[in-house]
């Protein structure tokens, strides 16, 4: 027997009154609207811009250009080369050697050593800082005068030279992300670390596993989703890479990166639409690390 | 038009200050305007971008704005900015909500932007001030293209050959007289020897190695040659060109190990702290030196960049003009315009030069027999110079000198062995850009 | 079973020294890591006219905030410092708000582009700040010739948190919407029963349920927002308007030779976020793992 409170309860559950439909509108609405115009419009515009000749001041100075601006990058480019290497070296570098330093940390951090909430504090400090001031804080150490010069017993005259000597700068520069990017990799992992059931690692002590083993077996398959959400946010940060170079440098030509160059030749005194290729070509690089995140993030959604 | 009467009418009393010989020339006939501009501008605002200088630019700045306000009762905001951000985000700042008038660059920058109608255009604050600018000033200041001015010329000051006095001395070589191309390696050789840097350069931006580039051609392959290089007139692969990079290669052996790491400050700083022989500079550095002490500022020196090719001997220069400029999208573009105008006449250079400048004004009006030596030595250095060059970055296009030419440049230095296959790609990238 | 046990003791041993000497090695790795940050705090706290006559090694014989008071007056960092707060505050409440506003309906009702609205939201954050910076800067000149006033958007507090929130509410709506999810459906299946309308629903209900997720997310964006130096270079071209990590670059060119000054000015500028972290750290913790770790 239908009661009045059901027939209320279905006819609750199916149907929306108006003003509801339209706050739901609004709710969805005005933020999807927001995204779309500064996100994904201007995306376009850059991609769309990318076929073109232009220097960005005047509308009627616009020419078609068909694929000139990429087959100019590709054929003509040793900085784009570099570019890409210096991209990919960053990227090889943060997921074998700084992710895994943060892992590692979070690991023996996790394992309850004495003072590990201050040690968690330290090691993450370095993220909670601006990129600005980090690069104030680097030039303090680096630069000819600097900490690092001193200590050697350098001065200003001689200073070896850390951001231009071709051999030792990309390490420095890597060293100083990865002081940043290992901080945050380890909270992360930290977090993760606690979901996993103490009584399985103590039941495998007992057993005689290394901790090498226990590592393996235990906390790293437990951990699966957690690794590939580390994986793909450290891929999305080394090819992000901008700010801490601009800082350093302020144009692409002695570490020259992806973002470097679009700001180069997009706004900068290069202004040209060369600038929104390399963007264009960066986002396909991005496109990769973003869908597998995103597979990752909603897997049950997508089913 | 009741202006052009105006105008008309103070021309001759321009010529006739002019030939009067006036030392520092009295306010009233040379800053114009008509009557109704004047009371226009009294309350209004205009806006002044200091670009870079630090606490000296603030200081000359506030000289010279407040002399205007007290001049023509409009007030004036300034602000400083990084230089290397505006000059980055110049085209965003100029097609935003620009300061009304800033100090500006010369040739391409000015040129490129004046006729895209992001600066405004000072045909006639240049009329206005004609009888205190010289010709060729007038003529660095105009767009080839539209044949019109947007920028007002003030200072310039040489790319040359920098040393101090005292270490040329200690060498035993004599200070004034590092005229040949011998006398400049024996200068580097023997300040190597004694473990200190030869000949430094700070080539960090990519822009600084220019300097040597442009004076190196000019000297071995001529004005005329280096000009039609910088416009595809004539090939980066041709033989002339690579004949250049063989003379700047002979540099190389004397320069500072961290040249990568360095830009002009820091070469600023070699010489401030004794630790090398030479280096190709702007002058506009030796304020620092002045604001160290008197005696530093006295022991620098400035010569032509040594002849190479008998045949052009020491005929061209690198010798930047800097000026103002008034941005056309500025809120109060007339302000701006009588501003920029105030800050190029006699009496906005007195302000500035009581405040500390000391740069070289191209303006006619002043007694240059009070110049001190080192700046007398500024003017023989560009005397001697028949062509004058603006230097890579202001003579070629954007989208070529800083993207292309500074990082070939600087791949060079790297490797020197490399420069066919550098100046190949030049020519390739020059050829790629989009002309019209 | 004697040898089992004797075994496990030995292991134990050797653990206690692997312990110890892990906890010692990640001691002294710690102060190596944060010595950078020491020494910027050490140079900051140094006079001037020692460092120039007797070198950045020497031994101090004085210490001072002196670098510290000029650094307030000379470099005006109090009026930076509060267009930091004008724009970062704003922009986060606005982010959050949002962001719940959009997980809210995604969560709650089904609709069949739920998941696609997700999709682009979250991967509208990961997408490079460069490809879009310079249409959006036109996009702000041209809206505002539109209404007459260029500086409506563009050199405006307003434009710089419109694009701010424009950045960062795709991450807020994918975390909130992960922790909606978490809230049982009765809850909100009671609320219809009993007549509460959209809007009530989502303010009377389910608001005061996110409360620690929106603690924790405000803590984390407070600090990227607060960071974030890039867009304030290219949309203020007023420098007494921008936030004070961007107006680092101009005092850090203007004051390049003044060490002790430029330190105590970054000193200054990092205090906010890093206060910040160390009161309200467990939120900030939670903040970052309710995105990337499923309860």
């Known amino acids: ?303 | 038009m009741s202006e052009e009467k105006n105008v008309v009418s103070r021309r001759s009393v321009l010529k006739g200050a002019a030939i009067g010989g006036a030392a520092l020339a009295a306010g009233g006939a040379l800053t114009t305007e008509s009557a109704s501009a004047a009371t226009r501008l009294k309350g209004s605002t205009v806006k002044w971008t200091t670009r870079g200088g630090g606490a000296t630019g603030d200081k000359i700045a506030k000289a010279v704005n407040d002399a205007f306000t007290k001049k023509t009762g409009a007030k004036v905001v300034a602000q400083q900015v990084n230089s290397d951000d505006f000059q980055n985000n110049f085209a965003q700042i100029m097609q935003g909500s620009p300061d009304d008038a800033f100090g500006w660059m010369a040739g391409y920058r000015s040129n490129h932007f004046g006729e895209m109608g992001l600066l405004a255009d000072l045909t006639r604050e240049i009329y206005r001030l004609k009888g205190s600018l010289p010709t060729a000033a007038i003529k660095g200041a105009t767009s080839p293209v539209s044949k019109k001015p947007y920028i007002l010329p003030t200072t310039y000051y040489p790319w040359a050959l920098h040393y101090r006095k005292s270490m040329v001395k200690e060498i035993g070589m004599n200070p004034e007289k590092i005229d040949t191309w011998d006398d400049f390696i024996k200068l580097m050789t023997l300040t190597q020897k004694k473990g200190l840097v030869g000949y430094s350069l700070g080539a960090k931006g990519g822009w600084e190695a220019m300097g040597t580039f442009d004076i190196l051609n000019a000297r071995v392959n001529g004005y005329k040659y280096h000009i039609d290089l910088l416009n595809g007139r004539a090939k980066w692969t041709d033989a002339r060109t690579k004949e250049t990079f063989k003379y700047f290669a002979k540099l190389i052996p004397f320069m500072n190990e961290n040249v990568m790491d360095i830009s002009w400050d820091g070469m600023r700083d070699l010489l401030l702290q004794k630790k090398t022989g030479a280096m190709m500079m702007g002058s506009w550095f030796a304020n620092d030196f002045k604001a160290k002490s008197q005696a530093d500022y006295d022991d620098l020196w400035v010569v032509p960049f040594p002849e190479i090719n008998p045949k052009f001997g020491i005929d061209t220069i690198d010798a930047p003009l800097d000026g103002i400029s008034v941005a056309a999208n500025g809120k109060n573009v007339a302000g701006g315009k009588a501003l920029a105008q105030f800050w190029a006449s006699p009496e906005g250079i007195t302000e500035a030069i009581k405040a500390g400048d000391t740069n070289i004004y191209v303006s006619k009006s002043f007694d240059t027999s009070s110049y001190d030596a080192f700046n007398k030595q500024k003017l023989a250095v560009l005397g001697s110079a028949k062509n004058i060059m603006f230097f890579l970055d202001r003579d070629a296009r954007g989208d070529f000198a800083g993207p292309v030419v500074g990082p070939a440049i600087q791949s060079f230095i790297k490797k020197p062995s490399d420069i066919n296959k550098i100046l190949e790609n030049v020519q390739a990238q020059w050829d790629a850009l989009p002309k019209n | 079973m004697s040898t089992g046990v004797v075994q496990s003791e030995q292991y134990r041993n050797s653990q206690k020294r692997k312990d110890t000497f892990i906890s010692i090695f990640i001691g002294i790795f710690a102060f190596v890591w944060i010595f950078p940050i020491l020494w910027t705090v050490w140079t900051s706290l140094r006079p001037y006219n020692e460092i120039i006559s007797y070198g950045i090694f020497s031994w101090p014989r004085r210490l001072t905030f002196d670098n510290y008071i000029n650094a307030i007056q000379e470099m005006e960092i109090g009026k930076y410092l509060l267009n930091s707060l004008i724009v970062t505050v704003p922009s986060v409440i606005l982010t959050l708000f949002f962001g719940s506003l959009v997980a809210f309906v995604v969560t709650r009702y089904q609709y069949k582009f739920n998941l696609t609205l997700l999709l682009l939201f979250t991967a509208g954050n990961m997408l490079p700040i460069v490809l879009t910076y310079i249409p959006v800067f036109w996009m702000f000149i041209w809206v505002g010739e539109l209404f007459g006033n260029r500086n409506l958007l563009y050199n405006n507090y307003g434009g710089l948190i419109l694009v701010h929130v424009g950045f960062q509410v795709g991450f807020a709506t994918f975390v909130l919407s992960s922790y909606m999810k978490t809230i049982p459906k009765e809850i909100s299946e009671s609320a219809t029963i009993d007549g509460a309308n959209v809007f009530r629903h989502y303010f009377n209900v389910i608001l005061p349920l996110l409360r620690p997720a929106l603690a924790a997310l405000s803590v984390l964006m407070t600090t990227w927002i607060y960071n974030e130096f890039f867009w304030a270079l290219v949309l203020m071209s007023d420098d007494s308007k921008r936030p004070i990590t961007s107006a680092l670059r101009r005092l850090q060119g203007q004051y390049v030779t003044d060490f002790n000054l430029l330190a105590a000015g970054a000193i200054i500028a990092a205090a906010p976020t890093v206060i910040m972290f160390f009161i309200l750290r467990k939120q900030f913790i939670a903040g970052l793992t309710l995105g990337s770790t499923k309860g």
């Open chain 1, 1 to 303: 027997m239908k009661t009045a409170a059901t027939v209320k309860k279905n006819r609750s559950r199916r149907t929306l009154s108006k003003t509801d439909r339209f706050t739901l509108a609004t709710f969805v609405g005005i933020p999807t609207l927001l995204q779309i115009i500064l996100l994904w419009v201007p995306a376009v515009v850059t991609i769309i811009l990318s076929f073109t000749y232009w220097n960005g001041i005047r509308l009627k100075d616009i020419q078609w250009a068909g694929v000139q601006n990429y087959k100019n990058i590709f054929v003509n480019n040793p900085l784009f080369y570099q570019a890409l290497k210096n991209n990919g070296i960053w990227l090889a570098f943060f997921v074998l050697i700084a992710t895994p330093l943060g892992i590692m940390l979070a690991y023996q951090i996790d394992r309850g050593i004495k003072g590990h909430a201050f040690y968690e504090s330290i090691y993450y400090l370095p993220v909670v800082l601006s990129l600005a001031v980090i690069g104030i804080i680097w030039n303090f150490m680096l630069q000819p005068g600097g900490f690092v010069q001193g200590l050697m017993g350098r001065d200003i005259g001689n200073a070896i030279s850390i951001y231009g000597d071709p051999k030792i700068n990309t390490w420095v520069i890597l060293g100083i992300a990865s002081w940043r990017h290992i901080g945050y990799i380890m909270l992360l992992y930290l977090s993760g670390l606690k979901s996993v059931d103490p009584a399985l690692k103590e039941a495998a002590a007992i057993d005689g596993a290394t901790e090498w083993q226990i590592f393996r077996k235990i906390i790293l398959p437990t951990m699966q989703p957690v690794n590939i959400i580390i994986v793909v946010i450290t891929l999305i940060e080394s090819l992000r890479a901008f700010d801490l170079v601009y800082i350093i440098y302020g144009s692409p030509t002695i570490f020259p990166l992806l973002n470097l160059l679009v700001f180069q030749n997009f706004a900068g005194q290069g202004i040209s639409m060369k600038g929104a290729a390399y963007a264009v070509i960066l986002l396909l690089l991005c496109i990769v690390p973003i869908i597998t995140y995103l597979r990752i993030s909603f897997k049950e959604d997508l089913k």
